[in-house]
């Protein structure tokens, strides 16, 4: 069952702050974040394993929920850099195997 | 950081025709690769989970005889899209982890496939 990424599109001015939440409608075992460039392949960001789990890396961090039901994605004074998709991607049960299932993106602008 | 290559980045053939790629961890070995099939403005969809020495195991839809997966060393992954048709064009990606799903990927730069 994909996730589901909200807001689908963001356009900012470089310094404002952006979130990008991702959410299921079953717990979770993990919450990976990726952001990929056009014409790029994806770049891992961060994992959450962990209900209530924070992480964070300089002004890109990421929250996720005690029920493991929802994970934020949070960039402070964005920088031109930001711009891209960012994908959240949860880990699922099928089959017997693990896989990551992606959710449809959420495209980030940011502008002089 | 864990490298992983694809070759080649771009291939341009005629509808009937077989394309092999090639999907490398260049500074780890991988006990899994993921193959993504992702097409415009759309999210990364997994087509098979390849783990090195036993067979591939596909996603609902993906047909295994048309997408060929060999995984015959931790560092190697092949995938061959047999008698391709052009609704094959994709952008086509692979990931490499340690382990299990739950372990970071590390994606190629993907193969641009485009089916003439």
């Known amino acids: 069952q994909q996730p589901v990424q909200s807001p689908q599109a963001v356009i900012l001015r470089e310094g404002e702050d952006a979130v990008i939440n991702c959410s299921s409608s079953k717990a979770l075992y993990s919450v990976h974040w990726y952001r990929q460039k056009h014409g790029e392949a994806p770049v891992f960001l961060m994992i959450l394993l962990k209900g209530g789990e924070q992480k964070g890396h300089e002004k890109i961090s990421a929250s996720f929920n005690e029920k493991k039901q929802q994970s934020s994605l949070y960039l402070t004074a964005s920088q031109l850099s930001y711009s891209g998709t960012y994908f959240c991607?949860?880990?699922?049960?099928?089959?017997?195997?693990?896989?990551?299932?992606f959710g449809k993106g959420t495209k980030l602008t940011v502008n002089p | 950081g864990a490298v992983v290559s694809q070759h080649p980045s771009r291939v341009i053939c005629k509808s009937g025709t077989s394309v092999k790629i090639e999907c490398r961890s260049l500074d780890f070995q991988a006990t899994t690769m993921f193959w993504y099939r992702q097409f415009p403005k759309q999210s990364l969809m997994l087509m098979a989970t390849?783990?090195?020495?036993?067979?591939?195991?596909?996603e609902q839809g993906v047909e295994k005889d048309k997408f060929l997966i060999n995984h015959a060393s931790l560092t190697l992954s092949t995938l061959t899209v047999t008698s391709a048709h052009p609704e094959d064009s994709s952008f086509y990606i692979c990931?490499?982890?340690?382990?299990?799903?739950?372990?970071?990927?590390?994606f190629g730069p993907g193969t641009r496939l485009l089916v003439l």
């Open positions: 390849s783990n090195e020495g036993s067979k591939a195991t596909y």
């Open positions: 991607g949860t880990e699922m049960m099928q089959g017997g195997s693990e896989k990551l299932v």
């Open positions: 990931s490499a982890s340690l382990g299990t799903a739950q372990e970071t990927q590390y």
